[in-house]
């Protein structure tokens, strides 16, 4: 500006085109991908894991000794309920307390209070109910023969951050061929 230069005035110096503001770079698109990749292999780890569960258990009485919700810190500072259901079995001679709703360490999360109550509606202090111990893990026993959802949730995330990624990539080497044959 010092050689007598006007400031621009919202159009490309010279080109009357309007100013876009800038698209992704290829750094960004690249950390995104690698953020996508990682929410996939942590869903499809899980995923694995649950599968590996489900397909060794084998079936225990057992009787529920709790029942609470639990407040937790979600997303973006919110609250979300976890109902935690505490149950004690015996498995080969050994005697267990374990709170799995489902197979693995995830436990789904409700955004309301209501919703993770309802959940527990199912289950009674005192009550004898079937639960499902994987013979290599037997102290992490499970009431519901299923999956939670939350690892196919977590490789759906993962593919979408996946395709935005992909699509900067397009658009910051579209942009790179634009610049070239200028």
Do not use: H, W
């Not at 919202?10 to 503001?21: C, D, H, N, T, Y």
């Not at 899980?46 to 060794?56: G, T």
């Not at 500072?77 to 005697?95: E, H, I, K, L, M």
């Amino acid at each position: 500006m010092s050689d007598g230069e006007e400031p621009d005035s919202g159009r490309r110096a010279g080109m009357g085109l309007p100013v876009q503001p800038p698209k992704p770079g290829t750094a960004m698109s690249i950390f995104v991908l690698l953020v996508g990749l990682g929410i996939v292999g942590v869903g499809a780890y899980s995923y694995v894991s649950d599968s590996a569960a489900l397909e060794n258990s084998v079936e225990v009485s057992a009787e529920i000794t709790d029942t609470s919700i639990e407040a937790v810190e979600s997303s973006r500072g919110r609250t979300a309920y976890v109902p935690v259901v505490t149950f004690q079995y015996r498995f080969q001679g050994t005697d267990y307390t374990s709170d799995g709703i489902y197979p693995g360490d995830t436990q789904p999360q409700y955004g309301e209070r209501a919703v993770a109550a309802s959940r527990l509606s199912d289950y009674t202090v005192g009550e004898r109910v079937t639960a499902y111990v994987d013979p290599d893990a037997p102290g992490q026993a499970f009431l519901e023969p299923s999956r939670s959802g939350l690892p196919i949730g977590a490789i759906i995330v993962g593919v979408l951050v996946c395709l935005v990624a992909g699509i900067g990539l397009y658009q910051a080497r579209r942009q790179a061929r634009a610049r070239e044959l200028r």
